[in-house]
């Protein structure tokens, strides 16, 4: 007998620097996605509970030192374990929202001496593809208007400058579905210009296969 196959849930990342809101939108974004009927999960990158996530939360907090490929390959592989995991979702018809992803890898490991782009995307290539990847700017005094740096490892505004950079030069590639969002906007209205982007994102990727980033 034939067996209607179910539709897939989609891929949505959110990117962008510190203090743009990414955080909050993602819970905002599932909460609104689940109210509409639409299974939905939230899943953030570095995951902090695995083995892999917790070495990287003591390097992030100065607490252990790793050589700078060896951290981006954790980062990496810190994605990677989740795989397994995000298709199983996915397939079930569930939408991932995702609190950074492989850009985010690219753009802060980039933003160190001595890596190029290439180098950095090359153990990110054949993760699933997002079917879209907002990213949400902010100008760095808007961002310093919302407060201070944290502590942690990457939050000085001479790294952030040029992590910046990177994302910009990460927004110019035309094989993923990039959309610029204003996060100068009240949290309501951004919320709104997501949730929108997003259900047009599921419908959409209902009948498309899942691709494979940057492959
Ligand atoms: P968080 O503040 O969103 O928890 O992210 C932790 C820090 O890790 C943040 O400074 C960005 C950085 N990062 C990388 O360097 N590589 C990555 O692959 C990811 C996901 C985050």
């Not at 951290?71 to 374990?81: D, G, I, K, P, Q």
């Not at 996915?90 to 939408?95: A, I, P, R, S």
Request: one cysteine or more; glycine letters at 6%; proline letters at 4%.
């Amino acid at each position: 007998a034939a067996v209607m196959a179910g539709k897939r849930g989609a891929l949505i990342v959110l990117e962008g620097m510190d203090r743009a809101g990414k955080t909050t939108q993602c819970k905002k974004l599932v909460q609104a996605l689940q109210q509409s009927n639409r299974p939905a999960d939230l899943i953030t990158f570095p995951d902090r509970t695995t083995p892999i996530g917790q070495q990287i939360s003591a390097y992030l907090k100065s607490d252990t030192d790793f050589e700078d490929h060896a951290v981006h390959l954790l980062f990496s592989a810190n994605r990677w374990e989740m795989v397994p995991l995000m298709k199983r979702k996915l397939e079930q018809g569930v939408t991932l929202v995702v609190d950074r992803y492989a850009f985010s890898g690219v753009a802060f490991s980039s933003a160190k001496q001595g890596f190029s782009m290439d180098w950095c995307r090359n153990p990110e290539v054949g993760l699933p593809k997002p079917d879209l990847v907002l990213y949400l700017q902010l100008s760095p005094a808007e961002a310093a208007l919302r407060g201070q740096f944290g502590d942690e490892r990457y939050e000085t505004s001479a790294f952030q400058k040029a992590v910046k950079q990177n994302f910009e030069q990460l927004l110019k590639d035309s094989s993923v579905n990039w959309q610029v969002i204003d996060a100068s906007q009240s949290v309501e209205d951004v919320h709104k210009d997501i949730t929108d982007r997003s259900h047009k994102a599921i419908i959409r990727a209902q009948s498309l296969p899942l691709g494979e980033l940057w492959k």
